[in-house]
Every structure is written in C-alpha cells, then in structure tokens.
C-alpha cells in the first residue's frame, strides 16, 4: 500500500490524514488496517515510531464512523490500555487528530488527577476510552465505568504492561470485557508470558511484524556545530559549499526563521525554497516537486511541515536550529539515510540551546560528537566559544576515527530506556496534559527509510 487512499477510510479521516502530512503509509500501518477494517484480531510485533497508534487508530475510527451508534452511559465502545501516563494520552490525542472531522467521544482514564472528572467524562458513555491498568481498574471498583459493551479492545505495549508489573492487573480487565469483541495487541518483544496472554486474549488473530529497528543511526553520521547564534547562517551557507550534497534538507523551528533562511542563502548565491505551514497546498506541492526531481537541492522545513515530506535521496539533514522536543531530531535526521544509504546529520547548537542538546543525547543515549567552528574557517565574532573548553575543542578537531570510534561506542548504549518515559506510579500517576510531547524512538527512523 502506497497511499492511505487504498485502504477505504472513510473521507473525514483521509481528510484529517492529507492536514497531517501522512502521504505513505508505514508498514505497521500497511499491513495492520486491512486486517482491522477486516475485523480480524492482530497481534503486532512493532515498537513505538514505528507509527503504530495510527495503524489501529485509523481502522478504529472508520468502523465507529460506519457504525454510529451512540455509546450506553458509563460504557465504552473502543478501550485502550496503555501502560503510562504520558502514552495514553499521546494516544487520546491521536485518536482525536486523526477523527478530528467525526464526531467521536473520547476520555482519558489515567491516575494522578482526581477521578471526578473522568467519572463525570464516562457517565454519558464514550466511543474510545484510553487507560492505564490501575486507574480503570479503580474506576470500574467505583461503577464509574463498565466494560461490558466493549466493541475493540487494544493491549499497547503489552511487554512494557509485563515489565511495569500489570499483568495481573491487565487479567483482571479482560476478565470483564464480552467475549464477542475485536482484539488488538502490540508488543515491541513477545516473552512467553504475554505470547501466552495473546492465546488467552485473541481468537484466530493475525500476526504482523515489523522488522527490529535497530541500526539506522549508525548510518548517519551525526555531527553537531557549536556555534553564535548570529554565526549560524554563515556556517549554513559555509556547510551547504563546503560538503558534498546532493539534497539538503535544513530544519528551523519557527515559519518565519525558515522563510529568513532562504534569503539569507539567496544573498550567498544559494538557491533554496522553504516549506511550512503558511504556503498553500499548491506552493507546497510544487516546492516538494523541486525538491523530488532536483530542480533545488536545498529545502528549509519545520518539523509539522517535513512530516509529509517522503523523498529519497536526501543526502543531509541540518538543523539550523536545535529542536525543543528531544523527538523531534530524531524525525529530522531519519530522513536521511533511507533504503540502506548513508547520511549526514549536523546540527548548529548556539549556547541557549545547549539544554536541548543535552536533552537529544539523552534520548538517544549517545553524544554527539561535535565540530568547533573554527575547523570550518568561517569567519567568528569575538564571543564565540561559549561553553566549550580547550579539550572539547581539541577533541573537536581530532582525528575523524576518533569521532568514529566514539560514535561507535556510544551507538551500544543506545538502546537504553526511554528516559522521557515516566514511570506511572500506580494508581496515582501524575499528568500534565501540558507537559505531553510526541515520544518516538529510533524506530522512526526506521520507518521513514522503509517508505
Ligand atoms: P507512533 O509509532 O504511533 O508513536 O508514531 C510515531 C510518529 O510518526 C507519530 O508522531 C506520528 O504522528 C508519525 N506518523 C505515524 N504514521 C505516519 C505516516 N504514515 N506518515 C508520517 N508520519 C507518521
């Protein structure tokens, strides 16, 4: 499947999916909607990043849209478990993006927050209803809820669920779901214990799996520029002259600092054209086509606007500025290095965003080596070394096997635990729906390649 248009959705949420940017469909999502549009129990071995949530979002969505008929008080029609906080409600938030032009119900049952409102949520019954274990639990010991009419039932991260000590908890909730009921389940790994779990849980269920995720980033080679703010630009220009490109596709948070971007490379002879939310669907395609067919070799994008953006080919990612969302870099730079090639990551850190960097490398549990300026030979202004001492720069300018062999290294730690993942405290989680922040791993860079 190459287009969201083959699966049969309904329009409002190919609608929603066209505002999204999703063009491609990954190939969680490839194989799994079929099957659920299909009303078909799957089990699906994917981690997150790997676009998961749509991939049963999507068919969710379309088969309430098909049949609307309005939830009983206190029921649900589509349960979610997920085992924290902070999934559950990127998951709420996708179900409503994606059904953004339907009129679904949703609520978010999780702990933390004084249950009132999400008792008060659930008295009228909702369409889709996403959970964690204890705080279900303790709304079902509190009649607030019942699970008697689910329709769909979908276990995320069922190996997590195993991890964080549900099990017995997650038996509980099944034991009081229909028996006639649809059954999803995802686990990025299948110990025994859950692959047992999915006997019990699934009737005749398909499996589809997407391969492990694992060594994407050790094809791009990432480099980060610690450089003045008001040195960026000229490093920009400098980078774009100075490395061997094919398609450039440079990152700024803000529209505005984008469309800057170009004029200050067109005042150094390089051409470029921006892409972001305020150009018209018209202006975007005909940008993108540029782009595809090498007409203009550097694109400048924010993060909402790259999403759509499915071009092979692209040599370099650079991030002229840092991204505020630790997740957001690891979009960015899995969008080279796609279909098995070899790409370039480099990053302009000016001295304000050294707590995003920090941030970055947490996430992805590896420093980036990082690149003085000065190696480059652009011209600096005075106060330029912030933050970085005699031995970070030496090493900067070391050998590159150096760097090499350091990224090597920490590539093996990569795989550490998400450390933006909170742990959910049993029954009394906390939750900022203000502090919620997309969350993917490195699987998203897998998928973007595989497109
Ligand atoms: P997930 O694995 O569900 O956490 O999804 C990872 C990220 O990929 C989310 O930010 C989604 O918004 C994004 N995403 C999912 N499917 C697609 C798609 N087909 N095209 C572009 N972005 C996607």
Redesign the pocket.
């Known amino acids: 499947m190459n287009s969201f248009n083959e699966f049969g959705l309904a329009e409002p949420i190919l609608r929603s999916l066209s505002e999204?940017?999703?063009?491609?469909?990954?190939p969680i999502?490839a194989q799994t909607i079929p099957l659920v549009l299909a009303l078909r129990d799957v089990v699906g071995i994917a981690q997150?990043?790997?676009?998961?949530?749509?991939?049963f979002a999507l068919p969710l969505l379309n088969l309430l849209a098909k049949s609307r008929v309005p939830p009983q008080p206190k029921c649900c029609r589509v349960l979610v478990l997920s085992p924290t906080r902070e999934l559950s409600g990127?998951i709420l938030d996708?179900f409503r993006n994606y059904g953004r032009h339907l009129r679904v119900r949703s609520a978010l049952a999780i702990g933390g927050v004084p249950m009132g409102r999400q008792v008060r949520a659930l008295a009228g019954g909702v369409d889709v209803l996403v959970a964690t274990p204890g705080r279900l639990l303790d709304l079902m010991q509190n009649n607030a809820v019942r699970l008697d009419r689910i329709e769909a039932f979908v276990l995320d991260e069922a190996d997590r669920m195993l991890d964080m000590g549900f099990i017995h908890d997650i038996r509980k909730i099944i034991a009081r779901l229909p028996a006639r009921r649809q059954t999803l389940m995802f686990s990025a790994t299948m110990p025994k214990v859950i692959s047992q779990l999915a006997e019990q849980m699934l009737k005749d269920p398909v499996r589809v799996a997407v391969t492990p995720v694992a060594s994407t980033a050790e094809r791009i080679a990432q480099r980060v520029i610690h450089v003045d703010r008001n040195a960026k630009a000229g490093m920009l220009a400098e980078l774009l002259r100075t490395e061997r490109i094919d398609r450039a596709l440079v990152f700024t948070r803000t529209k505005h600092g984008a469309d800057k971007v170009v004029r200050t490379l067109a005042k150094s002879g390089l051409p470029a054209e921006a892409i972001h939310g305020n150009k018209s669907q018209n202006q975007r395609q005909r940008v993108l086509a540029n782009f595809r067919e090498g007409r203009v070799r550097i694109l400048i994008a924010t993060d909402i606007a790259a999403?759509?953006i499915d071009v092979e080919g692209i040599s370099h990612v650079i991030n002229f500025d840092l991204p505020n969302i630790p997740e957001s870099y690891v979009?960015r730079i899995g969008r080279t290095a796609r279909a098995g090639a070899e790409g370039v990551a480099i990053s302009l850190c000016s001295h304000d965003e050294r707590p995003f960097l920090r941030d970055i490398e947490k996430l992805i549990g590896m420093a980036i080596p990082s690149v003085g300026q000065e190696s480059l030979q652009v011209p600096q202004p005075a106060q330029q070394r912030h933050g970085q001492n005699r031995r970070q720069q030496r090493k900067a300018n070391g050998k590159r096997g150096f760097r090499d062999k350091q990224r090597h290294k920490d590539n093996s730690h990569r795989h550490q635990t998400n450390q933006h993942r909170e742990q959910p405290q049993h029954g009394s989680d906390r939750h900022s729906e203000q502090t919620r922040t997309?969350?993917?791993d490195f699987?998203?860079v897998a998928f973007m390649r595989s497109r």
Request: cysteine-free.
């Open positions: 999204e940017f999703y063009i491609t469909p990954t999502q997150t990043g790997t676009g998961k949530t749509a991939a990127q996708s999403r759509g979009h997309p969350r993917h699987a998203d």
